[in-house]
């Protein structure tokens, strides 16, 4: 994880929210459902992607609305749509980890 974000991906907030999406979710990859597929989900992802301009608004970080939950596959794919490179991996927590500057 992006080291502006280690705090509150820590929080018992995000921990609460995380838990509560993925039961909504029924604990199934929402990105595979789309394409037909019944995968597990092992991460919450956020829509639109968490920022140190937008970390602080609950709207975006903590919002059901904006988080879907994904499996590890799906969630890589967001991310590196997202920062357009393959330079990071997934932990154990399903959480993505950057292996290069992380101030990008």
Same mark, same amino acid.
């Given at each position: ?52 301009? %937008? ?10 609305? %904006? ?32 292996? %290069?500057?992380?101030?990008?």
């Amino acid at each position: 994880m992006r080291e502006f974000a280690k705090e509150f991906y820590h929080s018992k907030a995000w921990i609460k929210t995380r838990d509560y999406v993925l039961k909504r979710d029924l604990h199934l990859c929402q990105e595979c459902l789309k394409k037909g597929k019944l995968t597990p989900a092992k991460a919450v992802h956020h829509i639109i992607h968490l920022s140190p301009e %937008n970390i602080d608004d609950a709207r975006i970080s903590l919002d059901p609305d %904006n988080l879907e939950s994904v499996c590890q596959d799906c969630h890589a794919e967001l991310h590196r749509e997202y920062r357009g490179d393959e330079r990071f991996y997934i932990d154990e927590f399903g959480e993505i980890q950057i292996t %290069n500057d992380e101030s990008q």
